[in-house]
């Protein structure tokens, strides 16, 4: 594994009700509900995207860190099967799960059930931002800095993909973490070796 | 058609739409409202929880959901046969 010419060009960390960008608190609001929250970054970040308010919370969070992410970062250099997005959780979708089973007792909700598996988000970013490369979505009981540094690295070691979207994108009920990084080999933006540690460094 | 709209908005999530920029005979798939398939599923929810409809024939549905005033003739039609 080598990680020569393979940098953290840009990362964001959405805990808190606290939007971190690149290692800079850029928004904060407290005392706010994670729905609540989750629109107001939409506004600020985004809008004109219509579909974002069918998500469910694990795709708004993890769309709207994209968002964040990909801000002044151009990947229209990159043809489509160029960029991969690998993320993790602990919940896998089971928030949404369980308000799906409710729906189940009268009449099963079709817009809740298409969200009741955790890679949906990455099919949401994907729409998006027009991504068609590699993806993966691993549930484990902690982000496993290591694992995802690894196995995102292989990915553009081998060629499979030149850049990736990479991280942990985690919620349930009103818990939430959401820190995803774009990992390229041109170096840009903000120009971090892409290692585990940094990585962490960055997370914590 | 207006209290339609409005529950079409709530069931379908469209935070971005107000009734009144629905017309009553705009498409609601493709070029019209850009509804999709999931929507459409939504649609025949509506028609279950709001008015005790079920779609007995699923090719009625191009027709019957076409747009607002299509939506709202078949209900009324259906409601007058239990009337």
Redesign the interface.
């Known amino acids: 594994m080598s990680n020569a010419n393979t940098y953290i060009t840009s990362s964001c960390i959405i805990r808190n009700n606290t939007v971190v960008k690149n290692g800079v608190e850029v928004l904060t609001e407290a005392d706010t509900a994670l729905p609540e929250f989750l629109r107001g970054l939409y506004d600020r970040f985004s809008g004109q995207y219509?579909k974002f308010?069918?998500m469910d919370l694990l795709s708004k969070l993890g769309w709207i860190a994209t968002e964040v992410l990909l801000q002044d970062m151009p990947m229209e250099t990159y043809a489509p099967e160029e960029t991969g997005v690998v993320l993790a959780n602990t919940s896998s979708s089971l928030d949404t799960d369980e308000r799906y089973f409710e729906t189940v007792r009268?009449?099963a909700?079709?817009?809740l059930f298409?969200y009741t598996l955790p890679n949906i988000v990455i099919g949401e970013i994907s729409i998006r931002h027009k991504l068609k490369g590699e993806n993966a979505f691993f549930v484990a009981e902690t982000f496993d800095i290591e694992f995802i540094t690894g196995y995102v690295q292989q990915l553009l070691d081998t060629g499979a993909i030149n850049a990736c979207i990479c991280g942990w994108v985690e919620q349930y009920h009103i818990t939430y973490d959401a820190a995803l990084y774009l990992i390229e080999k041109n170096n840009r933006g903000l120009g971090v070796s892409f290692t585990a540690e940094s990585i962490r460094k960055l997370y914590l | 058609m207006a209290d339609l709209k409005a529950q079409i908005i709530q069931q379908?999530?469209?935070?971005?739409?107000k009734p009144e920029e629905i017309g009553n005979d705009q498409p609601l798939f493709k070029e019209g409202l850009?509804l999709d398939s999931?929507?459409a599923?939504?649609l025949i929810?509506l028609l279950?929880?709001h008015h005790g409809i079920r779609i007995a024939n699923p090719e009625d549905g191009p027709n019957i959901f076409y747009s607002v005033r299509t939506m709202a003739e078949y209900i009324t039609a259906e409601k007058s046969k239990t009337a």
């Open positions: 219509p308010h069918k009268e009449i909700s079709p817009a298409v | 379908l999530n469209l935070q971005e739409v850009g999931i929507d599923l939504e929810v279950q929880q």
